[in-house]
Nanobody
């Protein structure tokens, strides 16, 4: 069965960095887009970043551009989310998800930011930011 496991969450100070990992079992990443979403207490699940199976194009939410980087390592079947300059607005549970669609930017047929385009999710890893 396909299994997604996130890791790397923890507690950091404002301005600090973390790298999250999403390791995916029994799935060929050549045919799947991978997204990172987050959900803070009392809020819905929102898109953070995505690496598409459409030529490996990457996408970022405006609130993380310039701070976060998504990286895929096919040899390890792992997708990383490198997070720098973490802010008090970033604490949340972070989830990775898979999509069979060739996800693209907002306004195109398959929008990466739409959580309903994703087929599977991991259990999440928690990120906390202290002042």
């Amino acid at each position: 069965q396909v299994q997604l496991v996130e890791s790397g969450g923890g507690l950091v100070q404002t301005g600090g960095s973390l790298t999250l990992s999403c390791t995916i079992q029994n799935l060929n990443l050549d045919y799947w887009s991978i997204g990172w979403f987050r959900q803070a207490p009392g809020k819905g699940r929102e898109g953070v970043s995505c690496i598409s199976r459409a030529d490996g194009n990457t996408y970022y939410a405006d609130f993380v551009k310039g701070r976060f980087t998504i990286i895929k390592d096919k040899s390890k079947n792992t997708v990383y989310l490198q997070m720098n300059n973490l802010q008090p607005t970033d604490p949340a549970t972070y989830y990775c998800g898979t999509s069979f669609r060739p996800l693209g930017p907002m306004g195109e047929r398959y929008e990466w930011y739409n959580r309903f385009e994703y087929d599977r999710w991991g259990p999440g890893t928690q990120v906390t930011v202290s002042s």
